[in-house]
């Protein structure tokens, strides 16, 4: 594994199913975040982590739930999806002090 | 929170200079980023300010002035790869980046 890696690639997903959405980092950074990327809206932040063991709430968190059990892993949890959740969601890390965040390579979430 | 406006899209020549300016509003501040994005991909970092002035790499500049809440990116001798979007954050003082919708770049020959 080199940086970060995002699984499933896409994911076709009926409404009300539960979801899990997997974020693996190999760089030990301390922070990791959850992006959700829709036309016009640009990156929002649904939920991050400045250490394991905490996470906190971003500007959309509603529907989601976040895990940091360790340093490397931040899987994004959907209880019940509904079709408003269908978008590209991003995760990322940095270390909390260096300048910037690094991303994984998306995955493509549709509910239906 | 944070209010961040940028330009929806822009076009320019192969070879050309364009600037994408980014306008912010904040409750607290702690650097302005800007990312590409090309279509389909995750977003690359680009340019880090936290303090006014200029920050030059190749042929990206980037530009901040807090006072003003204002920044540019400035993409000089355009090449066809350089179209994509590009987006402008600003980071809080909880390391948090809120991000501005991005501005889509279209390089023509």
């Known amino acids: 594994i080199a940086g970060i890696t995002q699984a499933p690639t896409s994911q076709i997903l009926a409404a009300g199913r539960r979801m899990t959405l997997r974020c693996t980092q190999d760089?030990?950074?301390?922070?990791m975040y959850w992006y959700r990327q829709d036309l016009g809206l640009g990156l929002r932040l649904i939920h991050y982590?400045?250490?394991?063991?905490?996470?906190g709430k971003g500007e959309v968190p509603d529907g989601y739930s976040v895990s940091r059990a360790n340093t490397d892993d931040f899987p994004l949890t959907l209880a019940s999806a509904v079709p408003s959740q269908t978008s590209v969601y991003f995760c990322?890390?940095?270390?909390?002090?260096?300048?910037?965040?690094?991303f994984g390579p998306g995955t493509r979430l549709t509910v239906l | 929170g944070q209010n961040i406006d940028q330009p929806t899209e822009m076009t320019a020549t192969e070879g050309a200079i364009v600037q994408i300016n980014c306008t912010y509003q904040?409750?607290?501040?702690?650097?302005l980023f800007w990312y590409q994005q090309h279509a389909g991909e995750a977003p690359t970092f680009l340019s880090y300010?936290?303090?006014?002035g200029l920050e030059e790499k190749g042929r990206f500049s980037s530009f901040l002035s807090r006072s003003k809440g204002y920044s540019y990116l400035l993409l000089k001798e355009l090449q066809m790869k350089d179209s994509a979007s590009y987006l402008c954050?600003?980071?809080?003082?909880?390391?948090?980046?809120?991000f501005g919708a991005g501005t889509t770049v279209t390089v023509r020959a």
């Open positions: 954050a600003v980071r809080d003082g909880d390391y948090k980046l809120s």
């Open positions: 990322a890390s940095s270390d909390g002090t260096s300048t910037e965040q690094f």
């Open positions: 982590s400045n250490t394991a063991g905490t996470t």
């Open positions: 760089m030990r950074h301390n922070a």
């Open positions: 300010n936290v303090l006014d």
């Open positions: 904040t409750s607290g501040f702690n650097g």
